[in-house]
T-cell receptor, first 113, second 111 residues
């Protein structure tokens, strides 16, 4: 049973470009969470999704950020018109329905030049 | 919303000594408290967790205690080893919701 997968592991973008981060949850997990970790800081919640449904996006910046978890395929976190302050590690985690535990992917390290 | 505070931010111990990390939370509805270990450049990994119907849980050298009345929980690592060196995060949540993480404790075990 493969763990949570994220790709790419490293992503470099220039200011103004778009970044797309992908997350494939563990098999059988229907819940996906995205967190952002700035250098030497803790993990901050961004968004919580189930298949085809955003449950909680209270941690997501109002502009430029969006997330989806389609019926088929991975969850995608999309950042439009990236700025240097978006440079961070973005982790997704998945959990099965009705369970507390969240299992983290390896993260995508986004660098904005 | 929930607010989780974690102390200390850095901790150095001699190999073989014990390490204790403490967290407090604000929302009495929180009932699940995991602890994650994160090595440099790696993903957070769950090392132990506790639910609010339990006061203490132990797994080999690692134990967690929970005081619901005072809204605090602690991680205890005994007989520390150099490979325990990492950043440790506590978190609090209610079922089916996001985790609220503490700010992390950087633990260094000195050989």
């Amino acid at each position: 049973n493969a763990g949570v997968m994220q790709n790419p592991r490293h992503l470099v973008r220039r200011r103004g470009q778009e970044a797309r981060l992908r997350c494939s949850p563990m098999k059988g997990h229907s819940h996906v969470y995205w967190y952002r970790q700035l250098p030497e800081e803790g993990l901050k919640f961004m968004v919580y999704l189930q298949k085809e449904n955003i449950i909680d996006e209270s941690g997501m910046p109002k502009e430029r950020f969006s997330a989806e978890f389609p019926k088929e395929g991975p969850s995608i976190l999309r950042i439009q018109q990236v700025v240097r302050g978006d440079s961070a590690a973005y982790f997704c985690a998945s959990s099965p329905l009705g369970e507390h535990e969240q299992f983290f992917g390896p993260g995508t390290r986004l660098t904005v030049l | 919303g929930e607010n989780v505070e974690q102390h200390p931010s850095t901790l150095s111990v001699q190999e073989g000594d014990s390490a204790v990390i403490k967290c407090t939370y604000s929302d009495s509805a929180s009932n699940y408290f995991p602890w994650y270990k994160q090595e440099l450049g790696k993903r957070p990994q769950l090392i132990i967790d506790i639910r609010s119907n339990v006061g203490e849980k132990k797994d080999q050298r690692i134990a967690v205690t929970l005081n619901k009345t005072a809204k605090h929980f602690s991680l205890h690592i005994t007989e520390t080893q150099p490979e325990d060196s990492a950043v440790y995060f506590c978190a609090a949540s209610i079922p089916g919701n996001q985790f609220y993480f503490g700010t992390g404790t950087s633990l260094t075990v000195i050989p």
